[in-house]
């Protein structure tokens, strides 16, 4: 699964500073990686060099890439889903016990076995759709985060037939492990975003980071052009999914990329797309995943027991107006785009 690709509203470089007082200094970079673009913005104290950092942070990205792809014949998930002896990585390890912390709490709505229905739909990396009803009950008893367990730096799974994509939450830890880099480096300040997804630390020029959340409307393949909203966040992450950039019409109906695990169909219901913050990127990307599939009220149902996410929902009313909702924290965040 694709991401939607979010708007990140970056201020210029404030390079100029005065005779006795400088003002902050800000690097970016940006570039394609993982079949998406990404962009970094960064309090640059310590002088780094944009272009030695961006060759750090896609060799960081390619490695990651190496445990986590499935357009990678050769990575370790690829490998399992060929049912390949392979011992998994700290990546895949970190990845799957999230996404086995996911599975738990949305009951369901978010799993990582249901590869096998996505690619039947025609989502996987060959994009070609093979999906019948009788299909259908064949691949439902691959399904379900139940019949695979982590062993020893093993998958064990009850049906060789299994086969996992991770992509729902692999993009956003991806940030994630970026962002640890520059903890590492001890940049303060910075915004990293991967194909949409976001973390971002401290503060730009003492101000909170915007983030624009496109409206969801079909066929709005360029990012920042329609504008739902813009939410302020420091020291967090936002992941944002919806169905309206991945999906197709056949004989006058909407499939949409996002499959429930439950039914093996692609989720309908009024959410056209569901902003998520998080502490963690990964947790931000599949929690965004399993709202889409658990639809509006069942979202408002979960979040009530759940404080530590804080949601933006779009949704359609019965006449096909656009509405939002979010969590009372977050609506502090918010601000329309007229008021950038």
């Known amino acids: ?19 006795k007082f400088s003002n902050p200094v ?69 990845a799957f016990n999230k996404s086995s912390r996911i599975f738990e709490i949305s009951d369901g ?7 096998p229905l996505v690619k039947a739909w025609g989502f996987g990396p060959d994009g070609h759709k093979s999906f019948t009803d009788a299909r259908r009950d064949s691949l439902m008893k691959l399904v379900g985060m139940e019949k695979v367990s982590l062993v020893n730096g093993k998958v064990i ?16 830890f991806s940030v994630d492990v970026v ?32 983030i624009g959340i496109d409206k969801p409307v079909d066929n ?6 329609t504008l739902e909203a813009i939410i302020k966040i420091s020291d967090k992450a936002l992941s944002t999914s919806g169905n309206y950039r991945k999906f197709y019409v056949e004989n006058g109906v909407k499939y949409s990329h996002e499959i429930d695990p439950k039914t093996g169909f692609p989720a309908k219901n009024s959410v056209l797309s569901a902003s998520v913050i998080a502490d963690d990127c990964a947790m931000a990307d599949g929690m ?35 509405k939002t909702w979010a969590t009372d924290k977050l609506k502090s965040y918010i601000s329309e785009e007229d008021n950038q």
């Open 1 to 19: 699964m694709r991401k939607i690709i979010l708007s990140v509203i970056v201020l210029a470089a404030l390079l100029l500073s005065s005779c």
């Open 288 to 322: 965004a995943t399993a709202f889409i599939v658990m639809g509006k009220n069942k979202t408002i149902e979960f979040l009530a027991d759940h404080p530590e996410f804080e949601v933006f929902l779009v949704y359609s009313d019965e006449k096909g107006d656009f």
């Open 109 to 115: 709505a978010f799993d990582i076995t249901v590869g």
């Open 220 to 225: 709005n393949m360029t990012p920042g052009q």
């Open 157 to 172: 799974k009850s049906d060789p037939h299994i086969s996992l994509d991770l992509n729902a939450i692999a993009q956003g």
């Open 179 to 210: 962002c640890r880099f520059f903890d590492k480096l001890g940049i303060k300040n910075y915004l990293v975003e991967i194909g949409g997804e976001v973390r971002a630390k401290g503060k730009k020029a003492g101000k909170l980071w915007r």
């Open 26 to 94: 800000y690097s970016n970079f940006n570039g394609f990686i993982q079949g998406s673009t990404y962009s970094i913005v960064y309090e640059n104290k310590k002088n780094l060099d944009p272009g030695q950092l961006r060759q750090r942070v896609e060799k960081i990205l390619h490695d990651f890439d190496k445990s986590l792809s499935l357009y990678n014949d050769s990575s370790v998930i690829s490998k399992i889903n060929r049912n390949e002896d392979v011992v998994v990585d700290s990546f895949f390890t970190e």
